[in-house]
């Protein structure tokens, strides 16, 4: 309170420092509203971080799991079908790669899975449709 | 016996056996915890809405956030659409969520860390997005999910049989990776606690021995907390992006 008063003061006796003052206490004003932001966006982001850690976490394990459940039931696939035809290892094999890439497929979607869309309006969303006529040409 | 960490894990009956047409049934601990956490979710759930007020007590604030988070999470995954999924949504993730704290307890059976239970949600979710699907899109979904668009024709018959193994897949990671999680943190738990009591009975090096075990034991539950909040979650949100394929199939 005794900072402003002050500086009212100078201002009255001589124009140039008053002005000089009025800057400088301008620049301060922005520089502690720089600061006070700098800490609310902080505060606000706290909360938002260790959330995102936790689902890190929860990512990683997400992850693992969907590749580990692609090649195992291509693996079982291929034991199933080839006890089915008697051709013992090579469908095993095959369906087993396969597993593998379908893991593979799994884990690169559920990492790329997009935020929510925002609009939801269409049952028929745009894009496949543009994609169908390309395929068409 | 006491330290077996996979004796927690047993189902044992509690009452005698009976028949119902000709099928064998009793009641078990697995059975007595799946009616706890019904009667703790539905208690809790009617504790917290006793009475409702506008500004709201602890547990009606818990019972809020409670709905209010599943609430979110059905509307952004799903769309506003996705609304009649809500209960079936809040009441899987309730279960497995309650199911899992449960298991926290020491003495109490995991639901959740028998496969027969996690398989059988995971596996009704699937045929839930199967029929919804259906009913949605008719038989045409099959051909939308299995067959992406844009797919050169001499490579198609390798990736929708790749799409196919990926959908078979969804089912066994859902199941698997709660089954897997609560039997593995339980087992790990169990072994770290039963270090400190081995050691702690060798006398005094063993007692001194046995500090670094109880810390990661300790480390450990809060860790375990975490994966019940966790898995319970994931669960969820999985069983929404699934029910989101069926709602609006092309990826």
Redesign the interface.
């Known amino acids: 309170m005794a900072q402003p008063r002050k500086s009212k003061g100078q201002t009255a006796q001589d124009d140039p420092a008053g002005m000089g003052d009025l800057t400088e206490r301008l620049k301060d004003l922005s520089g502690r509203i720089e600061a006070e932001k700098a800490e609310y966006a902080e505060s606000r982001k706290l909360p938002e971080s260790s959330m995102g850690d936790?689902?890190g976490?929860?990512k990683g394990?997400?992850l693992v799991?969907?590749f580990?459940?692609?090649t195992?039931?291509?693996g079982l696939?291929g034991y199933g079908l080839d006890h089915l035809f008697g051709t013992m290892p090579i469908l095993f094999i095959v369906?087993l790669l396969?597993?593998f890439?379908?893991?593979i497929?799994?884990m690169a979607?559920a990492a790329n899975?997009e935020p929510?869309?925002q609009d939801?309006s269409g049952?028929n969303?745009p894009p496949?449709a543009a994609?169908?006529d390309?395929?068409e040409d | 016996m006491a330290n077996d960490p996979i004796h927690q894990f047993q189902i044992h009956d509690l009452t005698d056996k009976f028949h119902i047409g000709g099928y064998e049934f009793s009641f078990t601990n697995s059975a007595l915890f799946m009616g706890a956490t019904v009667l703790t979710i539905t208690g809790f759930l009617l504790l917290a809405a006793r009475k409702a007020e506008l500004v709201p007590g602890k547990t009606q604030s818990v019972g809020e956030l409670w709905y209010e988070m599943v609430h979110n999470m059905v509307r952004q995954v799903l769309g506003p659409e996705g609304k009649k999924f809500f209960p079936l949504v809040f009441s899987l993730f309730s279960f497995v969520l309650v199911a899992n704290m449960l298991g926290m307890f020491p003495y109490f059976f995991t639901v959740t860390s028998q496969v027969v239970v996690t398989a059988t949600l995971a596996v009704f979710v699937i045929v839930l997005v199967v029929l919804v699907g259906i009913w949605k899109h008719g038989l045409s979904w099959f051909k939308k999910l299995f067959i992406p668009h844009g797919v050169p024709l001499v490579i198609l018959p390798f990736i929708s049989l790749i799409e196919i193994i990926s959908f078979l897949s969804r089912p066994v990671s859902l199941g698997l990776r709660l089954f897997g999680n609560m039997l593995a943190g339980h087992i790990v738990l169990k072994v770290f606690a039963g270090f400190v009591v081995s050691l702690g009975a060798l006398g005094l090096g063993g007692m001194l021995g046995a500090i670094a075990p109880m810390f990661m034991a300790v480390a450990l539950t809060a860790l375990e907390f975490l994966v019940a909040f966790l898995q319970a979650f994931v669960f969820a949100i999985l069983t929404c992006v699934y029910l989101n394929d069926a709602l609006h199939p092309g990826h």
């Open positions: 936790a689902s976490y929860a394990y997400r799991s969907e580990v459940a692609g195992l039931v291509g696939i369906f396969l597993g890439g379908a893991g497929l799994n979607r899975r929510p869309a939801r049952t969303p496949p994609l169908d390309e395929e």
